[in-house]
Nanobody, 120 residues
Framework: QVQLVESGGGLVQPGGSLRLSCAATGSIVRVNTMGWYRQAPGKERELVAVISSAGSRNYADSVKGRFTVSRVNAKNTVYLQMDSLKPEDTAVYSC??????????????WGQGTLVTVSS
């Protein structure tokens, strides 16, 4: 059974940093695009950052220059380094991955979500 297991998150002061991790576990043939989404209270879920298996990255305009997405393919793990955090970054952050789990089957998987709160 394939799962995305997240870690990190918590409470941080404005201007601070946090690092999120997400590992894909289980019977996996290949992990394609991995990334992070977030949903703030009362708002729609939005893309934060994604990274392809080849290392190509895309970011939301609101986090460019502050957040960095990376991955270690050998560990099927994606990271989100968040610097210069702002109160408006407060949200539940969820990991997302496109995973091939049989020779012929791909599916999108989601992590359980982790809360990031930026407040003094």
């Amino acid at each position: 059974q394939v799962q995305l297991v997240e870690s990190g998150g918590g409470l941080v002061q404005p201007g601070g940093s946090l690092r999120l991790s997400c590992a894909a576990t289980g019977s996996i043939v290949r992990v394609n695009t991995m990334g992070w989404y977030r949903q703030a209270p009362g708002k729609e879920r939005e893309l934060v950052a994604v990274i392809s298996s080849a290392g190509s990255r895309n970011y939301a305009d609101s986090v460019k220059g502050r957040f960095t997405v990376s991955r270690v393919n050998a560990k099927n793990t994606v990271y989100l380094q968040m610097d210069s955090l702002k109160p408006e970054d407060t949200a539940v952050y969820s990991c997302n991955a496109d995973i091939q789990y049989t020779p012929y089957t791909f599916r999108e998987f989601w992590g359980q979500g982790t809360l990031v709160t930026v407040s003094s």
